[in-house]
């Protein structure tokens, strides 16, 4: 079939919004009509070239649509099914998906490759070429076809437009607090970098009865929005965080740092390990350069402390889990979603999109589709 | 195809030994050649009626008969043929067999509880787990097969989510026992009692699971294990396994932990026995230290609703009884890795079996385990 993709070609260019040839779903694929997708930073990293995935690649890696076809072996969706797509397929039986740790599923290891799970061919094609798939989906398409590993059953009565940003950048904060930080009731907590992911750390955080929630970013009207959201207080930098920390926590400092900045920056460790309390931990959710391999941080205070400095993907969630589980939390009113979305873009569009999010105009941006 | 199984055709009969017919499998189904079968207590518990639903529970909930019923729930096999969709498995492929299955989609698979996936709900419906229609039939009548499995049979069909791939080298017996009792046993002790190093563990009852139960407190670091056993040969072998002292009985058991832990009683009781008879529980929470854990493992008659709880002690002594079942374990990680440290040489699974049987034989290998005479005993094919 025909339908209409944002394409890149080379790095540096603009999506190329164009008619593409889509094959119909192999063993284990589906059909999906996305409704929208989410417009997430990493998309841009494969235009600046940060990240290196082969191209040409059909970006987007947030998506939520419906299911139109299903291709054999397909025995969890049909058609008519309303799903989300996991950045990170879960296959359910590996190590890590039988553990609980669906994040670190072994499929995770062909997110680079961007063919299909299946046979590690393309469905896709423009201009006489396979073209890849952002995270195996490839969300900025009318159309595309993924693996039923990819998809998440929804419900039908949640908006697409919203359950969209499920897929990478809700689960991703709010898991930052709720499972990798394990925030308890009564307890400090920052959040550094209040975008897309650092918004919805501090609804984790709320959620999870923390006593007091200090956001961190240098623009004002991101801080206004982190009160919003449920922080406490407010901070401009790390620097100005220390003093505030210091004297509302009498000295006792955060029991939880949860990263979330554009890109990290090793330097800053010292900074977070400085708002960590006795017996803390660290949560480094955000992406820093690929290349860098030095942090700035006292070992000595690490041990003398029992500091802790912990890694997170995909929030430590579990896909098949909790972006139902979360959906749920926003029907009842408990997970601000409404409140994330700055403005709304048409697939022609995604270059304007683009510009507003570097200009730094918007939380989120979400392209809706017909 | 033609091919033997083991049938129960009611309760309080022998196993009927008898040709059966086997349809092909279908949509993500296999066909197993079977090579051992291990002869676990389960499956005696549909010869005495302890696991069959009564018939005014059958009525209210409008669920099936339960017989006639190809046994066998505990197995090892290869891979002969595969139904359309299946993605995981290839004839030729060794695998253990999973009591429970795992989807890998449910809520409890998302979670790392497998053992609890949505799919185990289906276990008292007939048939194989996405048409509920079945593949086995003998005298004219559709048959039942435990667990989705009835691995009484020289060949079965089951679903792909109910078969965990093993490497190739592993003997058969040792994959088959690993498939429920082990795993049970093991992850009572090690997952859901959570054993520290230097607790003091009793186990109650050692057989095919508290053998395992046993085995596992000593890897987890326990200073003391008790196995509990009225069976001399048991209190012997659970010494080779690990035990550090045995006694007959829970009532010798008291004062004997009373003396060894100066008064302060076990960190985790784990209750292994046949059945698990409501009136146990008064002295397994006696051996249950202030803080400490009961974890009951062994299967209760189904319709038993009482048991003998102190529930001031429970609440005064902050004391914790944990249910379980297959020890609480991922069969799709915990298989693979109990195989490997039997490979190490750190979990003994040879050692368990008392005796082989053929499958004709099946009666015999049920009246010496009836008889105390078996740790384990194996049907190989």
């Given at each position: 079939m025909k339908t209409k993709a944002a394409v890149l070609w080379e790095v540096g260019k603009d999506w190329s919004v164009e008619e593409i040839e889509l094959d119909p779903p192999k063993q284990g694929e589906v059909l999906v009509k996305l409704a929208a997708s989410g417009m997430c930073h990493s998309d841009e990293h494969l235009l600046t070239g940060d990240l290196p995935f082969a191209l040409p690649i059909i970006g987007g890696h947030e998506g939520a649509g419906v299911v139109e076809e299903v291709g054999e072996g397909v025995t969890w969706l049909q058609p008519g099914d309303h799903v989300v797509f996991g950045f990170i397929p879960s296959c359910g039986r590996c190590p890590s998906c039988s553990t609980g740790h669906q994040n670190l599923c072994d499929l995770g290891a062909l997110l680079g490759i961007?063919?299909?799970?299946?046979?590690?061919?393309?469905?896709h094609h423009a201009q006489g070429k396979d073209i890849g798939l952002m995270?195996?989906?490839?969300?900025?398409?009318h159309h595309t076809v993924v693996n039923e590993a990819s998809c998440i059953k929804i419900e039908d009565d949640i908006p697409l437009d919203r359950a969209c940003l499920m897929g990478c950048g809700v689960v991703t904060g709010w898991g930052s607090a709720v499972?990798?930080?394990d925030v308890q009731p009564g307890e400090t907590v920052v959040v550094a970098g209040v975008g897309g992911i650092g918004a919805n750390a501090i609804q984790g955080a709320k959620l999870a009865g923390a006593k007091r929630i200090i956001a961190i970013d240098p623009l004002e009207n991101k801080r206004e929005k982190a009160m919003d959201f449920g922080a406490t207080h407010t901070a401009e930098s790390f620097d100005a965080a220390l003093p505030l920390v210091q004297d509302i926590t009498w000295g006792t400092m955060a029991n939880k740092v949860i990263l979330t900045l554009g890109v990290g920056n090793g330097d800053l460790l010292a900074s977070a390990l400085a708002l960590t309390s006795k017996g803390g931990r660290v949560v480094v959710t955000n992406i820093h350069p690929a290349a860098e391999m030095t942090a700035n941080v006292s070992l000595l205070d690490l041990t003398l402390m029992e500091k802790q400095v912990v890694g997170s993907l995909f929030g430590s969630g579990n896909p098949r889990y909790d972006i139902p589980r979360l959906l749920g939390l926003y029907r009842e009113g408990q997970l601000d979603l409404d409140g994330l979305v700055t403005r709304s873009y048409t697939l022609d569009e995604v270059n304007v999109g683009y510009q507003d999010m570097r200009d730094g105009k918007n939380i989120r941006g979400v392209m809706v589709y017909e | 195809m033609k091919t033997r199984a083991a049938i129960l055709w009611g309760v309080g009969q022998d196993w009927s030994v008898e040709e059966i017919d086997l349809d092909p499998p279908k949509q993500g189904e296999v066909l197993l050649e079977m090579k051992a079968a291990g002869l676990c207590h389960s499956d005696e518990h549909m010869v005495t009626g302890d696991m069959v639903v009564s018939e005014d529970l059958r009525q209210m909930f409008e669920l099936p008969d339960t017989f006639p019923l190809i046994g066998g729930h505990e197995g090892a096999g290869v891979v002969q043929e595969v139904g359309p969709g299946v993605t995981s498995l290839k004839p030729g492929d060794h695998v253990s067999v999973s009591f429970i299955p795992a989807c890998g989609r449910c809520r409890y698979c998302s979670t790392g509880r497998q053992n609890l996936c949505d799919l185990g709900a289906g276990a008292l419906n007939r048939g194989q787990i996405f048409d509920n229609t079945s593949r086995h039939h003998a005298r004219g009548q559709d048959l039942a097969i435990m667990a989705k499995l009835?691995?009484?049979?020289?060949y079965t069909v089951v679903n792909e989510l109910s078969l965990i791939k093993v490497d190739d080298d592993l003997p058969f017996a040792a994959v088959s026992l690993v498939s429920c009792g082990v795993a049970t046993g093991w992850g009572s002790a090690v997952e859901r009692a959570g054993t520290a190093p230097g607790d003091t563990v009793v186990v109650v009852g050692i057989g095919g699971i508290g053998m395992n139960a046993v085995q596992g407190a000593k890897m987890a670091g326990a200073r003391h294990v008790i196995a509990v056993d009225p069976v001399e040969f048991k209190r012997e072998k659970a010494m080779e396994f690990g035990a550090t002292h045995t006694v007959p009985s829970i009532e010798e058991a008291l004062p004997f932990v009373t003396q060894l832990t100066w008064g302060q009683m076990a960190d985790r009781v784990i209750m292994t026995p046949g059945v698990m008879y409501g009136d146990l529980m008064a002295g397994a929470l006696s051996l249950t230290g202030k803080g400490g854990t009961c974890v009951v493992t062994a299967v209760a008659p189904m319709a038993q609703t009482e048991s003998s709880v102190n529930l001031f002690e429970l609440a005064m002594w902050n004391k914790e009884i944990k249910g379980t079942i297959f020890g609480s374990l991922n069969p799709r990680r915990d298989i693979p890795n109990l195989l490997s440290m039997y490979r190490e040489g750190q979990l003994k699974l040879d050692e368990l079996v008392t005796r082989t049987y053929a499958l004709d034989d099946i009666n015999a290998g049920y009246q010496d385990m009836r008889d105390g005479k078996n740790i384990r005993g194996v049907i190989t094919f």
């Open positions: 961007g063919m299909q799970i299946s046979d590690g061919t393309a469905r995270c195996l989906l490839g969300t900025f398409s499972y990798a930080a | 009835g691995t009484f049979s020289e």
